[in-house]
């Protein structure tokens, strides 16, 4: 009897695991070529403020909201240090969205660049410089 349940729960487990479909999961967010980034820097400065929780949970998913299918994926970076650990950050925070179709986002921002200028003071300010970019070429390296 002992061998019968052992035989039926290492079947189990055989099923198990062939039936998983990782294989099959989707790629996370990838950027590719011919594609749109929109960069929005905030630079460090005196007196410069920047909340970061307000800006992950709320402005950015706020925007991501209005720029709608065109927006494959956004990205955050909070600054850390400059060039060494030592050297003052010269950006509080960055932001980036990766779309398809650039008219279709200055649309998009168009209609809704007041309620997007007045959330700034919720959570900074500091004046974003913004570059609008091609991505003309993704790398990756092979960890060998």
């Known amino acids: 009897m002992a061998t019968k349940i052992q035989s ?14 990782t294989s099959q999961l989707k790629p996370s967010a990838a950027t590719e070529v011919g594609m749109f980034k929109v960069t929005i820097l905030y ?42 650990p030592n050297d003052k950050v010269p950006f509080v925070a960055i932001g980036y969205f990766y779309i398809t179709d650039v008219a279709e986002y200055n649309k998009a921002i168009g209609q809704n660049r007041d309620a997007i200028i007045s959330d700034f003071k919720n959570y900074t300010n500091i004046q974003p410089t913004i570059q609008i970019s091609e991505v003309k070429q993704v790398g990756h390296v092979d960890a060998k």
């Open 8 to 21: 039926l729960l290492l079947i189990s487990i055989i099923a198990a695991l062939t039936g998983c479909k």
């Open 43 to 84: 630079a460090n400065g005196e007196d410069k403020t920047f909340d970061m929780d307000y800006y992950e949970k709320k402005h950015m998913p706020m925007v991501a909201g209005f720029i709608g299918k065109n927006l494959k994926f956004y990205e955050i970076d909070k600054g850390i240090s400059g060039r060494t």
